[in-house]
T-cell receptor, first 114, second 111 residues
Framework: DSGVTQTPKHLITATGQRVTLRCSPR?????VYWYQQSLDQGLQFLIQYYNGEERAKGNILERFSAQQFPDLHSELNLSSLELGDSALYFC?????????????FGEGSRLTVL | QQQVKQSPQSLIVQKGGISIINCAYENTAFDYFPWYQQFPGKGPALLIA?????SEKKEGRFTISFNKSAKQFSLHIMDSQPGDSATYFCAAREGSYIPTFGRGTSLIVHP
């Protein structure tokens, strides 16, 4: 158990809809990262938050947005969903106590867009 | 642009054999090279990592070999076991920047 909690584990929705994925980082970790995993693209970095502030941005679509709340949990919002958004979405966290950049991943949220 | 190229995409090995996964990179500023292991239905978890000041790091049956001049590093799994069947990701990181992951290798170890 990595200590990172993601909900929901599975989500099925229709094109054009909006969903919210939630992540609770390990206790004490200030950084939260969101990754998208698809079969042909591996792990794609979307966005990082550190203590409530956006720290780095990757290949995140404009239809996607995220935020980190004062209690350090994070939410990834996906809107105007398309079939191609079907993927596993992982949240990871890291903190000052982790060795040299180790990321701790949650078990992911599997999104299916029909 | 893929900054870390990982091969092969899939690998089938017999129990007791050696599994070898290779990664190549371009950015010479990378200074931390971790390998992550992902079992089905789980998130990736750090397996072993190396810094470029050493050429090899071994932890149990898992060894990272690092060739700085060739800008390549590889994961060797000795005496591969069915329980090693998983997806393996190499990654590279520069300082405190976001790590870049390879596309992953699906390893199947037949009993």
């Amino acid at each position: 158990d990595s200590g990172v909690t993601q909900t929901p584990k599975h989500l099925i929705t229709a094109t054009g809809q909006r969903v919210t994925l939630r992540c609770s980082p390990r206790s004490g970790d200030l950084s939260v990262y969101w990754y998208q995993q698809s079969l042909d693209q591996g792990l794609q970095f979307l966005i990082q938050y550190y203590n409530g502030e956006e720290r780095a941005k990757g290949n995140i679509l404009e239809r996607f947005s995220a935020q980190q709340f004062p209690d350090l949990h994070s939410e990834l919002n996906l809107s105007s969903l398309e079939l191609g958004d079907s993927a596993l979405y992982f949240c990871a966290s890291s903190g000052p106590g982790t060795s040299a950049g180790e990321l701790f991943f949650g078990e992911g949220s599997r999104l299916t867009v029909l | 642009q893929q900054q870390v190229k990982q091969s092969p995409q899939s690998l089938i090995v017999q129990k007791g054999g050696i599994s070898i996964i290779n990664c190549a990179y371009e950015n010479t500023a990378f200074d931390y090279f971790p390998w992550y292991q992902q079992f089905p239905g789980k998130g990736p978890a750090l397996l072993i990592a190396i810094r470029p000041d050493v050429s090899e790091k071994k932890e149990g049956r898992f060894t990272i070999s690092f060739n700085k001049s060739a800008k390549q590093f590889s994961l060797h799994i000795m005496d591969s076991q069915p329980g090693d069947s998983a997806t393996y990701f190499c990654a590279a990181r520069e300082g405190s920047y976001i790590p870049t992951f390879g596309r992953g290798t699906s390893l199947i170890v037949h009993p």
